[in-house]
């Protein structure tokens, strides 16, 4: 259930050290700053994704970090399948979301990758990565927990990947899937304890 691995051991180097730095780049504080909506770190939970922009107000900010985040998975996996091969974009999307979890620019303390996850998802299996973009947002808008719905999402991805014939990166899946469980762990403790902020559309009052 792995890629076969056809490409030089050099060019697998490069790829996954490019894909790490592009991943590395935490878009959301970027943005933050761009729209001039201060320290993203001092902000709701400190997180650097597209959630924690939206606690600012900001639905255009949120937008463009999603973008962007879900995009450098992308780019760093069809970049590698188009100038290496198929092991060499799923390296990438791996070391990409890696990036974005343990950047080099942030002292190695990123975000949580659920837009690099996904976008990583749709470039290597577009299906399979539709069908875990709808899984997220249906368990998002049923319960309005953004951290709820990346672990069920995670969960289901190796079974969409299963199903729609996708085995050969099943493998991958469970990796970063394992990953998003371990870095919503706090999440977890919230959600158990009822003290897990929901996703609010709407800027209150």
Not at 81 to 108: N, S
Not at 119 to 133: K, R, Y
């Amino acid at each position: 259930m792995m890629p076969e691995v056809t490409s030089a051991p050099l060019l697998l180097a490069v790829t996954a050290i490019l894909a790490y730095l592009l991943g590395s780049v935490p878009f959301g504080i970027v943005i933050a700053r761009v729209f001039g909506l201060g320290n993203l770190r001092e902000i709701g939970s400190g997180n650097i994704g597209a959630t924690n922009v939206l606690r600012t107000g900001s639905k255009p900010a949120a937008l463009a970090t999603l973008l962007l985040d879900s995009g450098k998975g992308a780019i760093a996996v069809i970049t590698a399948r188009l100038l290496v091969g198929e092991d060499a974009a799923q390296l990438a999307g791996l070391t990409a979301f890696l990036g974005h979890l343990f950047p080099i620019w942030l002292k190695f303390k990123g975000g949580k990758g659920v837009a690099t996850y996904l976008g990583t998802l749709l470039a290597l299996s577009f299906p399979a990565g539709l069908a875990a973009c709808l899984t997220w947002l249906a368990i998002a808008v049923l319960f309005r927990f953004s951290s709820l719905a990346a672990l069920f999402t995670a969960v289901m991805v190796p079974a969409w990947l299963w199903t729609l014939r996708s085995p050969e990166m099943i493998a991958l899946a469970v990796i970063l899937g394992a990953l998003v469980w371990i870095r919503h762990g706090e999440n977890i403790r919230r959600l158990l304890d009822g003290s897990e902020t929901k996703i609010k559309l709407k800027k209150e009052q």
